[in-house]
């Protein structure tokens, strides 16, 4: 088996979808190594998304993605990163599949509801920047 990192964001913890998006996620074979909800402060989001820090909507995400509180956890099961993936759908809700997690509760593009790594390696360093080992179970 191997691991993913996601964050239920801002806007769907503020509508109250933690409770239906976890159990989409248990549902679906996910193992929770760990989690909490959390807020990343300006400066976590900043390095979070340096990736994208020369695209427009960088500050617009940044002020978003620290603008309330957030689930981190961190997941497990085979093939786990690209099978997460697929459960949250398309990065534009309008694309998302039928039946994902952005097609059922991402408002736009940038509310988007979850996020999920995007490598192996990615979702190491960012289980590892929210989670001590004592916390990954
Ligand atoms: P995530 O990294 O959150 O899982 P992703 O891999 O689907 O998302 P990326 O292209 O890495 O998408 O973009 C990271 C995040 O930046 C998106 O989830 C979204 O919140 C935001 N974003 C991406 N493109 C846009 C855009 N055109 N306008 C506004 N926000 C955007």
Known sequence: ???????IKPDAVANGHIGNILAMITNAGF???SLKLTQLTVADAQAFYAVHAQRPFYGELVDFMSSGPIVAAILEKENAVADFRTLIGATNPAEAAEGTIRKLYATS???NAVHG????ENAAI???????GREQF
């Open 1 to 7: 088996t191997n691991r993913t990192f996601t964050m």
């Open 31 to 33: 193992r929770i190594v």
């Open 109 to 111: 593009m940038g509310e």
């Open 117 to 120: 790594s995007d490598s192996d």
């Open 126 to 132: 960012e289980g590892n920047f929210h989670f001590s």
